[in-house]
């Protein structure tokens, strides 16, 4: 018996457990970086390119299912041309947004002291690879893929801290250079 008792007095002069440690709450959906993009700011910002320039391209090869498939399963009172506006919108959109991740790349590269438009030209591609599909897929699930997917909203605020944070990288490097004199006429 009197290990047992020592037993539990040894228990009852146990320090308290330390609190559970909690787990950090999970970033934001904006935040969040897609399964298989870069971390890194400029080949993510690349990624972003190439997935949505794989996107705007594929429009010309599903249209003729999202066509079918809006006209089959059409919202009570809508027309097929107003559910179709929503799809040439997006493109509208998509290529605005081309051309701030294009602005965001280049300002990166100029503001770079060493290459790196082969690093972005690998996340260029790999960001359109979220577009491959295999002969397994069927058009209808290809379809259904293409009008459900949205850009991460990531990619937009990435894209313009990057751009703000190569000009001034840019501008600091250009003040360390020395200005070109004039040739002097002889």
Do not use: H
Request: charged share 25%.
């Amino acid at each position: 018996m009197t290990p047992l008792l020592i037993a539990l007095a040894l228990l009852a002069q146990a320090p308290e457990s330390p609190a559970p440690i909690e787990a950090a709450p999970p970033p934001a959906v904006e935040d969040r970086i897609p399964n298989g993009a870069p971390r890194e700011d400029y080949p993510f910002v690349a990624w972003c390119y190439g997935a949505l320039r794989g996107y705007l391209d594929m429009k010309a090869e599903v249209m003729p299912e999202v066509t079918r498939i809006e006209n089959q399963f059409r919202r009570p009172g809508s027309s097929l041309v107003d559910d179709l506006k929503v799809y040439a919108d997006m493109e509208r959109d998509g290529r605005a947004q081309l051309k701030v991740f294009q602005e965001a790349l280049t300002s990166a590269e100029k503001a770079s002291v060493r290459p790196i438009n082969a690093q972005g030209a690998m996340a260029v591609r790999q960001g359109r690879q979220t577009w491959s599909a295999g002969p397994e897929v069927t058009k209808a699930r290809k379809a259904q893929e293409w009008m459900s997917w949205t850009l991460p909203a990531r990619c937009e605020t990435v894209a313009a801290s990057l751009e703000a944070r190569s000009k001034l990288m840019g501008a600091t490097l250009r003040s360390n250079t020395q200005p070109e004199q004039p040739a002097s006429p002889e």
